[in-house]
């Protein structure tokens, strides 16, 4: 299947998503995980229209961006290591996985300006998964305010790989409450306007709970 194909099924879907539960489309941003697949197939992702992707390791976000560049707002979505921060930070528009300190201060250190980043959080609570549980998340982002260079845009969960809707929609749930929270406390270097939660699985729950990016691989791109 084309990339623009799957894409035509996921917003037939989001659509629906975003009808059920009152919101707008047009809050809803589609990020591509490219990191299985090709640079080729990446660059049809861009020409389908999707101009947001998502990339996990540094060699695999660098080996794209030297083909597609600045055609793709590029995120970094999985576990960085601080060593790593000055090979991409001049690259990503955002990065969904900050859940440590010593990343904060690498990426203020090496950003030349303010960097998009959403707080990990591991609200299933699994040993397999990284990010803060969720009684760390208000201390550690009121920590941040010393980093001028890192700028709290919103939480990012993974969810369990289970078939249970209602125990995706309560993480789904939780990761909401707790970005309503700090949200409302009007940090100015934490707005924490957005939610990224849900993937090929999850992602129309996931919108029906109020996120605001989701992660689409195998759905979109493939393997």
């Not at 299947?1 to 037939?12: C, F, G, H, P, R």
């Not at 921060?85 to 303010?114: C, F, T, W, Y």
């Not at 993974?158 to 990761?175: C, N, S, Y």
């Not at 270097?189 to 957005?194: D, G, L, Q, W």
Request: proline share 3%.
């Amino acid at each position: 299947m084309s990339v623009a194909d799957n894409l035509a099924k996921i917003e037939k879907q989001i659509e629906q998503a975003c009808k059920t539960s009152g919101r707008s489309r047009n809050d809803i941003t589609i990020i591509a995980v490219t990191k299985y697949v090709s640079t080729e197939r990446a660059q049809e992702a861009v020409q389908a229209g999707l101009t947001h992707l998502g990339e996990n390791r540094k060699e695999g976000l660098l080996e794209k961006y030297e083909t597609i560049g600045v055609e793709a707002d590029w995120h970094f979505i999985g576990t960085l290591q601080s060593r790593k921060v000055k090979d991409i930070v001049g690259q990503v528009s955002m990065i969904h996985s900050l859940d440590r300190k010593s990343l904060a201060k690498e990426i203020n250190k090496r950003a030349p300006s303010p960097v998009p980043c959403f707080v990990q959080v591991n609200i299933s609570e699994e040993e397999s998964k990284h990010g803060l549980d969720a009684s760390e998340v208000e201390g550690f982002i009121e920590m941040m305010s010393t980093y001028e260079n890192v700028k709290i845009v919103g939480l990012m969960t993974m969810a369990p790989h289970t078939e249970d809707e209602e125990k995706l929609r309560g993480v789904f749930r939780q990761l909401r409450a707790l970005r309503d929270r700090i949200r409302d406390k009007g940090y100015p270097h934490a707005p924490c306007e957005y939610l990224s939660m849900g993937m090929s699985n999850d992602y129309v729950l996931a919108i029906e709970e109020g996120a605001t990016h989701i992660r689409l691989g195998s759905s979109l791109v493939g393997e």
